[in-house]
C-alpha cells in the first residue's frame, strides 16, 4: 500500500496539481492585497473618500461608527462593502487568469492536423475506403 501511495504521489499530474494550488492560493493573497489596499482606496477617494469595508447596514436598527463597533457589540450586520471588495478581488483574478490562459494558448504550438489516409471509392457502395484496405467496411464487399 505504500509503494502505490507512493507511485500515486510521484505521479506528474498530482505534483503538478499542487503545485498550481500553492501557486494558485500565494497568487490571491497578491490579488486580495492589491484590491483591498491599491484599488479601493483609489475609488474610495473620488467616491467622496468612502471606505468600502467599513460599508455596513446594522441588522438591530442601531447605527454604529465602525464595522469593528458594530462586531463588539455583537450586532448582526449586512456588510455589502466587504461584498463589494470581495466582488471586486474576484473579477480581477478572473481578468488576470483569463489573460494568462490567453497568452499560454497563444504561446502553445498547434498540433497539425493528423494526416488523412488516402482513399478510393467502393466499386458497389461508392463509400471512400482506405487505399490498403482489402474489404469496403461499409458494405463488406471484396476489393
Known amino acids: ?22 501557486i494558485g492560493t500565494a497568487f490571491g493573497k497578491i490579488v486580495n492585497s492589491a484590491v483591498t489596499d491599491l484599488i479601493m482606496p483609489v475609488v474610495g477617494l473620488f467616491m467622496g473618500k468612502v471606505d468600502f469595508s467599513n460599508l455596513f447596514v446594522s441588522l438591530s436598527g442601531t447605527r454604529y461608527p465602525t464595522l469593528a463597533a458594530a462586531k463588539a457589540a455583537g450586532v448582526p450586520t449586512l456588510n455589502y462593502g466587504v461584498f463589494l471588495n470581495t466582488s471586486i478581488d474576484f473579477l ?16 502553445r504550438k498547434t498540433e497539425a492536423p493528423a494526416p488523412v489516409p488516402p482513399a478510393r471509392e467502393c466499386p458497389f457502395c461508392k463509400s471512400a475506403v482506405h487505399d490498403e484496405a482489402v474489404r469496403c467496411p461499409q458494405c463488406t464487399s471484396q476489393l
Do not use: R
Not at 480581477?92 to 504561446?107: G, Q, S
Open 1 to 22: 500500500m505504500l509503494q502505490e501511495f507512493k507511485t500515486f504521489i510521484m505521479k506528474g499530474n498530482v505534483l503538478d496539481l499542487a503545485v498550481g494550488v500553492i
Open 92 to 107: 480581477i483574478m478572473a481578468l488576470v487568469i483569463f489573460m494568462i490562459i490567453k497568452a499560454a494558448n497563444k504561446v
